[in-house]
């Protein structure tokens, strides 16, 4: 089931909720915007078909590459943070901000400003570094708000 609302009024605008949702879509069209395609080859069960692949221009220099994190993490650590904010697709952003609409703001009423958006970002790097740690030699970038998002999902049940 898609959640479209919830029934849980606020006692204030989600102002940084707002603010999240609308950087993340300034930042995926301007991705999209930078972006190239390319041909990969792409192994199926079938064998090796070759596909046309789009890389955002933001993606190629924001996304955080867990092999890259593991050996270079001075100068990757950033990454982090940046990848929080690109998306896939349209699918992929459409779903993490419909979730973050829908119950971040409950958290943010409940936090405050300040704690939500150390909330936001503390799930967010959790689930990153869970990732790296499950696959630290992938050089397949990771992007996305999923983790945040998530995070904020399971404190509404909490």
């Known amino acids: 089931m898609i959640p479209l609302r919830d029934h849980n009024p606020t006692s204030r605008p989600p102002a940084l909720t707002i603010l999240l949702i609308t950087f993340n879509i300034l930042i995926f069209v301007q ?42 993490p001075a100068e990757q650590w950033s990454t982090i943070f940046t990848s929080m904010f690109l998306h896939g697709n349209w699918l992929h952003i459409a779903s993490n901000m419909l979730f973050l609409w829908v119950f971040g703001d409950n958290i943010e009423d409940t936090l405050g400003g300040p704690r939500f958006l150390l909330f936001y970002y503390t799930c967010g790097c959790v689930a990153a570094l869970t990732q790296v740690a499950a696959a630290p030699l992938s050089k397949v970038p990771m992007v996305g708000a999923s983790g945040a998002v998530a995070g904020a999902r399971l404190a509404v049940d909490l």
């Open 31 to 72: 991705d999209r915007l930078t972006g190239h395609s390319h041909l990969a080859l792409v192994k199926t069960v079938r064998g090796w078909v070759e596909v046309e692949q789009f890389v955002g221009g933001l993606t190629s220099q924001y996304a955080l590459i867990p092999a890259n994190l593991i050996r270079f």
